[in-house]
T-cell receptor, first 114, second 116 residues
Framework: AQSVTQLGSHVSVSEGALVLLRCNYSSSVPPYLFWYVQYPNQGLQLLLKYTSAATLVKGINGFEAEFKKSETSFHLTKPSAHMSDAAEYFCAVSLYSSASKIIFGSGTRLSIRP | GAVVSQHPSRVICKSGTSVKIECRSLDFQATTMFWYRQFPKQSLMLMATSNEGSKATYEQGVEKDKFLINHASLTLSTLTVTSAHPEDSSFYIC????????????FGQGTRLTVV
């Protein structure tokens, strides 16, 4: 069975600083990996996805993530944090190219200090 | 990206009544939709997978008689919380599979259910 583990339930960075949110996955077959963002009382918005093409994936709002098979990781980064980045971030995994259920990590709350 | 609309966004109901939540894919056909439940400050828990024209597949521990799912068309799935109790109060989110070749899912805005 596939799963994802997010290290750190809460991350706080200063505005303008590097954002690094960690995610490790477990899967018996090559996975599809995602990062989603959730703002309070809203649904989830897809930030980026890995689908076995390029290992460095660029997403919206300046975020990117790198798939590292040797480390079974898919960490999310952004060079310079903005106040509007404060939200809950979820790493997720699925196995198939379509109609497959997506399994979510426990989430990481990102806070931005002025 | 594809648009999924969920309605209502917020509902308050009395204990013992039933509540229906709708999930619509607005610009694509979704043969598969998913229903999640989210408790405060927690992740999304998959409740069931809804397939158009067939019975939903429920995750272990989810009461199928309490959470009725209907997926009668390629653009609409509904979740009905029957005989709601205060412990059913939660944030419910639906998602629709992006379709062939698109592994990501697209999410509705969520429904905040409060049972009083």
């Amino acid at each position: 069975a596939q799963s994802v583990t997010q290290l750190g339930s809460h991350v706080s960075v200063s505005e303008g600083a590097l954002v690094l949110l960690r995610c490790n996955y477990s899967s018996s077959v090559p996975p599809y990996l995602f990062w989603y963002v959730q703002y309070p009382n809203q649904g989830l918005q897809l930030l980026l996805k890995y689908t076995s093409a390029a290992t460095l994936v660029k997403g919206i709002n300046g975020f990117e993530a790198e798939f590292k098979k040797s480390e079974t990781s898919f960490h999310l980064t952004k060079p310079s944090a903005h106040m509007s980045d404060a939200a809950e971030y979820f790493c997720a995994v699925s196995l198939y190219s379509s109609a497959s259920k997506i399994i979510f990590g426990s989430g990481t709350r990102l806070s931005i200090r002025p | 990206g594809a648009v999924v609309s969920q309605h209502p966004s917020r509902v308050i109901c009395k204990s013992g009544t039933s509540v229906k939540i709708e999930c619509r894919s607005l610009d694509f056909q979704a043969t598969t939709m998913f229903w999640y439940r989210q408790f405060p400050k927690q992740s999304l828990m998959l409740m069931a997978t809804s397939n158009e024209g067939s019975k939903a597949t429920y995750e272990q521990g989810v009461e199928k008689d309490k959470f009725l799912i209907n997926h009668a068309s390629l653009t609409l799935s509904t979740l009905t919380v029957t005989s709601a109790h205060p412990e059913d109060s939660s944030f419910y989110i639906c998602s629709a599979s992006g379709g062939r070749g698109r592994p990501e899912a697209f999410f509705g805005q969520g429904t905040r259910l409060t049972v009083v």
